[in-house]
C-alpha cells in the first residue's frame, strides 16, 4: 500500500513540475506516462520512453519528467511533424535529436533540472549497455548516435563505462556525421535551422542500418516470413516499432476513438428523445421473498471470502479521513503553556503538566458514490461486484463516509420506444442517443447500509442488465453527489467495457456513446467539484478516466484487493480540490 502511495505521490509531483515549467495546466501522468486531459503525449527518444517507476532511481524519473516539459516547452510541434520523415527507424532517430536538442535548453538557474535530464540520459545509457543491446550491430549504432550527439550537445564526455566499447564506430561515423553534428550544435537554438542537420543525421543512419539489417537478415533467415521475423525482432529490441506505448498491456484497453457523425453533422452530444427515460429502485421491483434470498445469497459470498471488515474500516479511514480541530487537551506535559495554570508553576515548580495541546480527530468529510455499469456483459461479474460494493459501503459507513449505490442500464435492447418514435418520424439523419435510458437507486447517500442491504442485494436482479449509456449516467451521479455537502465528492464508476447501445450505434457511428462519456468525464475533472474514478473489471478504463484502477473479478474479491482499493482512494486525496 505504501507503494501504491508512493508512486501516486511521485506522479503528483512529476505533473506539478511539467505544469510549471511549460504552463500547461491539462498536464498529467498517469501509470508514469504524460498525457494531455486523456491523450498520451507521444514521446519516441528511446531514453524517455519504458517505465521506471518501480525503482529506487527517483533523479531517473524525475529526469524523464524534466526531460518532457523541455520538449513541450521549446520544440514546435507542428514544425517537426511537417519535418519529420516517414520510415520509421529515421523518424526515431530524427524525434530522438530534437528531444536532446531541447534538454540543452535548460533555463538559467535550473540547475537541478539539467542534473535530472543528464541523470536520466546516464541511466539509460548503463541500462542499454547492462541490457546487452550494444551487442548487436544496429544497437551499436543507435547506441553510439546517441552518445556522439547528447555528447556534442551538451559538451561533455560520452559514458566511460562504454567509451572503449562505442570508440571504433564512433570513429567510423565521424567523417561522414561530423559535419551534421557540428551544424545541430551551432543551430540549438533555432530548431527550424537544426532540423536541417538532424534530417541528414536520421537518413544516413536508417540508411546504415536497413544495410546492416539486410545483411543479417540474409544470413540468419531462409524463408520471406523468416526474414520478416528476424527483421521485426532486430528493429523492435531497440525501438519498439512495434509499440508505441512502450510497454505491453497485462489487461484489454477499452476501446475508444471519435464520433464521425458528430463531426459530419456538426453538432454536440444528443438526445432524440427523454420521453420514456425512468429513474428506478430495483428493489421495489422484487417480491419482498426473493429480495431476502438475493440478500442471503450475498452474505453467503462474503461469509466464504472472511472479509475483515472493522480492518478495512480502519484502512479506508486512514486513507479518507483528514485531521480535524477538536479543541484542546489540558493539563499535557508538553505544547503550549497554559495561561489558567502560571500561579501552579509558582507554588509547585517541580509541576509539569501546565501544558495545553491543540486536540486532532479524523474527519471523514467525504461521501462516494458507486455507479455500476447493469449492461449485458456486467451480468456474469455481478456477483463479485456485489460482494466489494456491500463490503465497501459497509466499511465506509464505519469510517464516517456517506456514499451511495447506484446503476444504469436501459430500458429496453436495441432502443425500445425511443427507436419506434424516431421510426415514426422517418429516420431523420443522426438522431443521437437512440434508447430508453434507466437509472437506478440501490442505496440512498443519506441511508446507513443495515437500512440499505436489502436494496443492494437487488443487484442480482438478472434482466436489470441490458444496454449502457455511460456519459449521461456518470452526469447524472455528478450531479446527485454536487448537491452534498461533504467537502470531498467521489464518483466510482464500475464497468467491464465501453458504452454501447446498439440503436444508438446503429442510427450515428460506433463511437457516438464513447466520444460523449470522455467530454463528461473532462468537464467535471476540469469543474473539480466532483472526482471521477474509473474502476475496470478486467479492463483498462485509462482511454476514458484520468483516474483509473483495474481489477480482477474472476473470483470474489478478498482482503488484500480490498487493502488496494483503500490505498488508491487514499492516493486520490491529495489531488481533490
Given at each position: ?170 570513429a567510423a561515423l565521424a567523417p561522414s556525421l561530423g559535419h551534421a553534428l557540428a551544424g545541430m ?276 436482479k438478472a434482466d436489470l442488465f441490458r444496454e449502457g449509456v455511460d456519459g449521461e449516467a456518470v ?8 448537491a452534498r455537502a461533504q467537502a470531498r465528492r467521489i464518483v466510482v464508476v464500475i464497468s467491464d ?81
Amino acid at each position: 500500500m505504501n507503494g501504491l502511495r508512493e508512486l501516486a505521490r511521485r506522479d503528483a509531483l512529476c505533473a506539478a513540475t511539467v505544469r510549471a515549467l511549460t504552463g500547461d495546466e491539462a498536464l498529467h501522468y498517469r501509470g508514469g506516462r504524460l498525457y494531455r486531459h486523456l491523450r498520451p503525449v507521444p514521446f519516441y527518444a528511446p531514453h524517455l520512453r519504458g517505465e521506471r517507476r518501480d525503482e529506487e532511481d527517483v533523479d531517473s524519473t524525475r529526469g524523464a519528467a524534466d526531460a518532457s516539459a523541455l520538449r513541450i516547452a521549446y520544440s514546435d510541434a507542428a514544425l517537426h511533424r511537417h519535418m519529420t520523415p516517414d520510415e520509421p527507424v529515421e523518424r526515431m532517430v530524427f524525434d530522438m535529436l530534437e528531444q536532446l536538442r531541447c534538454e540543452t535548453r535548460v533555463p538559467v538557474g535550473m540547475e537541478g533540472v539539467r542534473r535530472n535530464v543528464r541523470h536520466r540520459f546516464d541511466a539509460w545509457s548503463l541500462a542499454c549497455y547492462e541490457a546487452g543491446l550494444l551487442d548487436s550491430d544496429i544497437g551499436l549504432l543507435m547506441y553510439t548516435v546517441a552518445q556522439m550527439a547528447e555528447s556534442r550537445l551538451s559538451g561533455r564526455a560520452v559514458l566511460e563505462a562504454t567509451e572503449g566499447l562505442i570508440e571504433a564506430t564512433r570513429a567510423a561515423l565521424a567523417p561522414s556525421l561530423g559535419h551534421a553534428l557540428a551544424g545541430m550544435r551551432r543551430h540549438c537554438a533555432d530548431q527550424r535551422a537544426y532540423a536541417v542537420h538532424a534530417l541528414d543525421v536520421a537518413l544516413k543512419i536508417g540508411e546504415m542500418v536497413r544495410d546492416v539489417r539486410h545483411a543479417f537478415v540474409e544470413n540468419n533467415a531462409s524463408s520471406d516470413d523468416e526474414k520478416e521475423e528476424a527483421a521485426r525482432t532486430m528493429l523492435g529490441a531497440w525501438f519498439d516499432i512495434d509499440d508505441e506505448e512502450g510497454s505491453v498491456e497485462r489487461l484489454a484497453l477499452a476501446a475508444s476513438g471519435e464520433s464521425t457523425a458528430r463531426e459530419a453533422s456538426g453538432e454536440n452530444y444528443r438526445v432524440f428523445t427523454t420521453r420514456h427515460d425512468k429513474t428506478i429502485r430495483p428493489a421495489a421491483l422484487i417480491r419482498p421473498a426473493l429480495l431476502r434470498e438475493y440478500r442471503e445469497r450475498l452474505d453467503d459470498l462474503i461469509a466464504a471470502r472472511h472479509i475483515n471488515v472493522p480492518r478495512l474500516a480502519r484502512m479506508l479511514q486512514a486513507a479518507i479521513t483528514v485531521p480535524h480541530r477538536d479543541g484542546w487537551s489540558f493539563g499535557e506535559e508538553e505544547g503550549r503553556i497554559d495561561g489558567r495554570r502560571l500561579a501552579q508553576v509558582v507554588a509547585s515548580p517541580d509541576e509539569r503538566r501546565v501544558f495545553r495541546r491543540e486536540r486532532e480527530r479524523p474527519h471523514a468529510d467525504c461521501a462516494v458514490s458507486f455507479l455500476i455499469d447493469c449492461s449485458g456483459s456486467m451480468k456474469a461479474s455481478i456477483g463479485p461486484v456485489a460482494v466489494m460494493i456491500d463490503v465497501l459501503v459497509r466499511a465506509l459507513g464505519m469510517a464516517g463516509v456517506a456514499t451511495e449505490v447506484l446503476g444504469f442500464t436501459t430500458g429496453a435492447w436495441n432502443g425500445g420506444r425511443a427507436k419506434l418514435d424516431w421510426l415514426a418520424k422517418g429516420r431523420p439523419k443522426y438522431p443521437g442517443r437512440l434508447n430508453e435510458a434507466c437509472n437506478m437507486i440501490f442505496k440512498e447517500g443519506d441511508a446507513s447500509w443495515r437500512a440499505a442491504r436489502g436494496d443492494i442485494a437487488a443487484l442480482f436482479k438478472a434482466d436489470l442488465f441490458r444496454e449502457g449509456v455511460d456519459g449521461e449516467a456518470v452526469d447524472w451521479a455528478c450531479s446527485r453527489l454536487a448537491a452534498r455537502a461533504q467537502a470531498r465528492r467521489i464518483v466510482v464508476v464500475i464497468s467491464d467495457g465501453s458504452p454501447m447501445d446498439s440503436a444508438t450505434a446503429q442510427a450515428n457511428d460506433p463511437n457516438y456513446l464513447d466520444q460523449h462519456l470522455r467530454e463528461v468525464v473532462a468537464k467535471h475533472e476540469a469543474a473539480r467539484m466532483v472526482e471521477v474514478l474509473g474502476l475496470g473489471v478486467g479492463l483498462d478504463l485509462s482511454p476514458y478516466y484520468r483516474h483509473h484502477f483495474a481489477v480482477d473479478l474472476s473470483s470474489a474479491p478478498d482482503m488484500t484487493l480490498f487493502a488496494k482499493l483503500a490505498a488508491w482512494l487514499g492516493a486520490r486525496r491529495r489531488h481533490s480540490t
